[in-house]
């Protein structure tokens, strides 16, 4: 039987809360979600607190049932033992016995994912070289920080090898340092064509590392794609417009630009040396000869272009949009 | 199965780095070794106490005789030892008839026991005769115990008959080797089935089964609610293990920190008894899978608690109401059962013609009514006390019995003991219709004449009946006593305070140099032309010479002089069956060891009968019924009703046996067919039904982890002590009707129905 493609597959998925012990509430966290997910390929789950992001990979783990759908993983069923065999769960606030060290808590999760003590032994050192441990596993994991307790998580994650890695908000709380090694290990996992499912809302690190993302918003799915797949979905990127800055004063560029279609001009640095002033002008691109004409008259009037680009939206603008549009819609439950 | 065991690996790992173990284990160190300098020590004491003053009565009389000049000349000189202040009370009652308490008495004795000076020749002329004195009253330097041993017989000698001779064997409790309090009247080899079987029961059931289980409780409360941190909760989740085995893996993990303090503790009080007490029972090491069942019960409550409301404490306080709820239903079974089936339960069967009566544990007397299919209470107990008897005096048309205060383990009450005289009701006379309409009351009894001192058994004895009392047998004589009833009406008319007894209603046969002692026991056979006494591991043979019994006969078993045992005897073979020995049969003429019943095994027995023409019928503790021929040569167990739950049994005019069993039922039996000739069932009354189909499942479905400590107690005895007696009377407590093993079953059942739930709820839940 040949293996199916998709890493992840999911369908039609819902999943309500019963929340109250007398007069009972349901809460939609997920609605209708479908979606799936390339073998190889480092996925980005995004979606304000409350999207349902949590729920979907604990649906994925078996963790929670699902009141509606169908999930596969690896192509077995969502949170089979055969399908978490093959996962590496990196949770949410991770927390370790504290009576561990980091070794010992390795050897743990490793034998939980039924490695031999052998097995573990020959991949201890290169895990823990992996995630800069090395020199403080035996130290007990109370006395970690944040960072190394996560970057300890990620190495057991990593321990069984697993074909799907699963991280929960891996960077939630690190300081940049952190968070810069946290992307360094899963840049290392994407080279090594690992199937990443991320799970964050720091939209820098998702832009910096993932192939495709998804957006969720109240239990829905808003949106899917490749990053510029969805930069190009977005309304704004369809407002085409050149942004260039010139030397010279405000005066200087009004004059030039006299008989072109310009939107706005805006000094960026004031001086009263006109040669040091920057201005910066939105040139509408719709039309190509516009943007030369302009380009052209600045250019014999003597201003110098210090700078020129095309403009177009950022993943966070696109996630606010998209996040924005769907609380302003009403809620479902 | 490799994650469970890393599961529970990593629970050891906990343990071990946890506090709260080290905590324990220090605390549970610090318990041994404060018992550790705890010991018995045996020694020399010929203290008085309780059980060895057998007249405390006649020796007061004779003593405060002795102090207006009167009495023997040993008295006298007793009486000249005593302290003064005790002279000044004995004058008093002499002169004022003052009471004086029997401590007192003792404290008084014991006091003589250790003044110098009290040997005279010329009083005591043959002391230096007496084998038990003979060496000490010749050594002039005589040590301390020397003394108490020479006192001692003294005083025994001034007061022979009233006081029971001492073998000096005593035992202290030793704290570091100081003697704690006083010597107690048992060799360590008797003091050491009372430990097995009564104090180290106490101690499981109050310091494990009680404190060290909530304890446990409290401390591991935390277990199961801490594997729902949301952090290390998933991730647990996200590995290749099923939600059930996690859980049930946890709850071993919390079972096995437990077990490591029981095995601790448990291997510590093992060694602890065998080194310091020299009780080396494996039983306290059988308790240590029981305790942890015990554990695992409460445990499995916690856990499900746990479960479902993830917090400690409520984890504590769900399985404190749960153990309160357990306790209460056992409380309310155990009081119906005791007040139902314990007391009310059959100690004595008897017939007469048509009419079949028995005496309850609670000293009831009862008369079987056809009619209601009821024992009918004929004599309410009296504060408890014990029947003797009944007899049926066919002269007399009275039923006699006897009621006493019998104490455990030869513990006297002090209290005399009256003789109660009753008419069998006529139950085929339509006249006579107290008996239909009205429970008897004592109203209705005529009180006899007081029974000699510490009566023991009543028996058949020419045309009256005999009594087996501590310094001889006696047979009531009627006329004398109606003699005594007249005389006493007579002076009571005069205005005197008098003694119940006038004159000797009951006639000694045996010979005043009667020196029998506890244990002791005797068999008379269906002829009456034999008797055999038993008493300290020593047989006697009488017969009868002009109305007396003589002695004829001596002989001796090769059993230790404590040895319990009871026998029964025809014209040519007795019976012996001391406690936990196989029975002995012996020749009567010759009182010699003709065999042993080794079929019969190590057992215990309550009664023997033995019917006229010499057959052998054995009771067992356990309600086992035995026949041997009238020679002693076949001994077999009788199919027949009853067998193995019989409680006494009787033989009636015709050598069919009534055997009581079951409670409350009797069966009239014929040996030969084995069959069943006539029932006693009697029908449930309210409190019967409400126990029986109410109390009793809903205490049977109940979980019982209190229960467990019977099966506790069952391995703590050792097989042994399965009887464990120092007087006769010991040998007639109620027989308790359970299976030490029914509460392992019906507790597992329980623990598997809870974590069943407890699956099924963590595999049904979101986390």
């Not at chain 1, 966290?29 to 949590?54: H, M, W, Y």
């Not at chain 2, 056992?330 to 007391?343: K, M, R, V």
Request: charge should be neutral.
């Amino acid at each position: 039987m040949q293996s199916s493609a998709m890493a992840i597959e999911v369908a039609d998925l819902s999943k309500t809360y019963k929340e109250g012990l007398v007069f009972r509430k349901l809460h939609n966290a997920l609605n209708d979600i479908t979606l799936s997910v390339q073998r190889g390929e480092v996925f980005g789950l995004l979606g304000p607190n409350g999207a349902g992001k949590t729920t979907l990979i604990k649906i994925l783990l078996g963790i929670l049932h699902p009141n509606q759908g169908t999930a596969r993983v690896l192509d077995m069923s969502a949170g089979s033992k055969s399908a978490r065999r093959k996962i590496g769960y990196l949770p949410e606030n991770l927390i370790f016995p504290r009576h561990h060290t980091g070794r010992s808590a390795l050897y743990f999760y490793g034998r939980l994912s039924e490695m031999s003590d052998a097995q573990i032994a020959s991949k201890e050192r290169e895990l823990f070289d992996l995630v800069s441990l090395t020199g403080r596993e035996h130290e007990p994991v109370r006395r970690y920080s944040k960072g190394m307790r996560q970057r300890l998580g990620l190495a057991q994650s990593m321990l069984h090898d697993p074909d799907l890695l699963i991280f929960d908000e891996p960077t939630d709380g690190l300081d940049p340092m952190g968070r810069s090694q946290i992307r360094d290990v899963l840049c290392q996992l994407k080279q090594r064509g690992k199937t990443v499912f991320l799970n964050s809302h720091i939209l820098q690190e998702v832009e910096l590392i993932c192939d495709r993302v998804a957006i969720m918003a109240l239990g829905k799915l808003r949106g899917i794609g490749t990053i510029d797949e969805l930069i190009q979905n977005h309304p704004d990127a369809s407002k085409a417009t050149v942004i260039v800055e010139v030397l010279g004063s405000a005066q200087q560029v009004q004059d030039a630009t006299q008989n072109c279609v310009i939107s706005r001009i805006q000094t960026v640095q004031d001086s009263n040396d006109s040669q040091s002033a920057i201005q910066r002008i939105a040139v509408d691109a719709s039309n190509q000869e516009n943007v030369d004409k302009v380009v052209d008259q600045l250019r014999a009037a003597s201003v110098s272009i210090y700078r020129m680009e095309r403009f177009r939206p950022t993943l966070e603008q696109v996630f606010m949009s998209i996040v924005g549009s769907a609380s302003a819609q009403p809620k479902e439950n | 199965m490799k994650p469970y065991f890393a599961i529970l690996y990593d629970s050891f790992l906990e343990s071990v780095s946890s506090k709260v173990l080290w905590i324990l284990l220090i605390a549970w160190t610090l318990i041994l070794a404060a018992i550790f300098p705890l010991s018995l020590s045996q020694g020399e004491s010929y203290a008085f106490n309780g059980t060895n003053i057998k007249s405390p009565k006649t020796i007061l009389d004779q003593l405060a005789a002795a102090s207006a000049g009167k009495g023997t000349r040993k008295q006298k000189a007793v009486f000249a030892k005593l302290d003064p202040e005790f002279q000044r009370n004995l004058k008093d009652r002499q002169a004022n008839q003052t009471r004086i308490s029997v401590g007192k008495l003792i404290d008084s004795l014991n006091k003589l026991l250790l003044v110098k000076g009290l040997y005279d020749k010329e009083v005591w002329p043959t002391a230096d005769k007496r084998s038990e004195l003979k060496d000490v009253v010749e050594n002039e330097n005589r040590s301390a115990v020397e003394l108490e041993r020479l006192n001692r017989g003294l005083i025994d000698l001034a007061f022979e008959g009233s006081i029971e001779s001492s073998s000096g064997q005593a035992s202290w409790v030793t704290y570091g080797g100081i003697k704690l309090g006083n010597a107690l009247p048992l060799s360590i080899n008797q003091a050491k089935p009372f430990i097995e079987t009564i104090i180290f029961p106490l101690v499981m059931r109050l310091g494990l089964g009680i404190g060290a289980m909530f304890v446990a409780i409290i401390i591991t409360s935390p277990m199961i609610p801490d594997m729902f941190q949301p952090g290390s909760l998933h991730l647990l989740l996200s590995k290749p293990i099923s939600r059930s085995f996690l859980f049930l893996t946890k709850f071993v993990g919390g079972c096995t920190f437990v077990a490591f303090n029981i095995v601790y503790l448990l291997i510590g009080l093992y060694l602890y008894a065998g080194i310091r007490l020299d009780i080396w029972n494996r039983g306290i090491l059988w308790c240590i899978p029981l305790f942890i069942f015990m554990f695992m019960i409460f445990y499995s409550v916690s856990a499900l608690v746990g479960l479902i409301w993830k917090n400690p404490i409520i984890c504590v306080v769900v399985t404190a109401m749960f153990w309160a709820l357990c306790l209460g239903v056992g409380w309310i079974h155990f009081f119906f059962d005791l007040n139902l089936n314990l007391q009310n339960q059959t100690q004595r069967i008897y017939s007469v013609g048509d009419t079949t009566m028995i005496g309850t544990q609670q000293g009831r007397l009862q008369f079987w009514d056809d009619e209601s299919k009821q024992w009918k209470i004929a004599f309410g107990e009296r504060n408890g006390q014990k029947i003797l008897g009944p007899v049926w005096v066919s002269n007399d048309s009275a039923i006699y019995f006897g009621r006493s205060r019998q104490m455990p383990f030869g513990f006297r009450s002090g209290e005399n003991t009256s003789l109660e005289i009753c008419r069998a009701p006529d139950l085929k006379d339509p006249n006579d219709t107290t008996f239909k309409t009205k429970i008897w009351d004592d109203g209705r009894l005529d009180s006899g004449a007081e029974l000699p001192p510490e009566s023991q058994q009543f028996f058949t004895w020419k045309n009256t009946f005999g009594v087996f009392a501590q310094d001889g047998l006696y047979a009531y004589d009627a006329e004398t006593a109606a003699r005594a009833e007249q005389q006493k009406s007579m002076l009571g008319g005069f205005g005197f305070g008098i003694a119940k007894t006038v004159l000797p209603a009951y006639k000694l046969l045996t010979p005043k140099n009667w020196d029998l002692a506890r244990p002791m026991d005797i068999g008379v056979a269906p002829s009456m032309e034999h008797v055999i006494t038993y008493s300290r591991g020593k047989l006697k043979h009488w017969t009868i010479q002009n109305d007396m019994l003589e002695e004829v006969g001596k002989g001796s078993l090769e059993i230790p002089a404590e040895t319990v045992a009871i026998l029964g005897t025809n014209d040519r073979t007795c019976i012996v069956c001391p406690i936990g020995i196989a029975p002995f049969v012996i020749d009567v003429d010759t009182l010699q060891v003709r065999k042993r019943l080794e079929d019969v095994g190590e057992a215990s027995f309550r009664q023997i009968k033995v019917d006229s023409k010499g057959r052998f019928v054995l009771l067992t503790t356990e309600g086992t019924l035995w026949e041997v021929d009238a020679d002693g040569e076949e001994c077999t167990k009788p199919s027949v009703t009853g067998q193995g739950n019989a409680l006494a049994i009787h033989f009636n005019e015709s050598d069919q046996l009534w055997i009581a069993h079951s409670g409350k039922r009797a069966d009239l039996v014929d040996l030969d067919s084995q069959k069943s000739l006539l029932s006693r069932n009697p029908k449930l009354g309210i409190a019967e039904s409400v126990f029986a189909y109410v109390i009793n499942p809903f205490y049977q479905v109940n979980p019982k982890p209190a229960a467990v400590n019977e099966t506790i107690e069952y391995v703590l005895k050792n097989p042994k002590n399965k009887t464990i007696a120092i007087d006769r009377n010991d040998l007639d407590v109620p027989k308790v009707v359970s299976d030490p093993w029914t509460p392992i079953w019906s507790n597992l059942a329980f623990v598997v129905v809870m974590l069943t739930v407890s699956c099924w709820y963590l595999y049904r839940q979101d986390l």
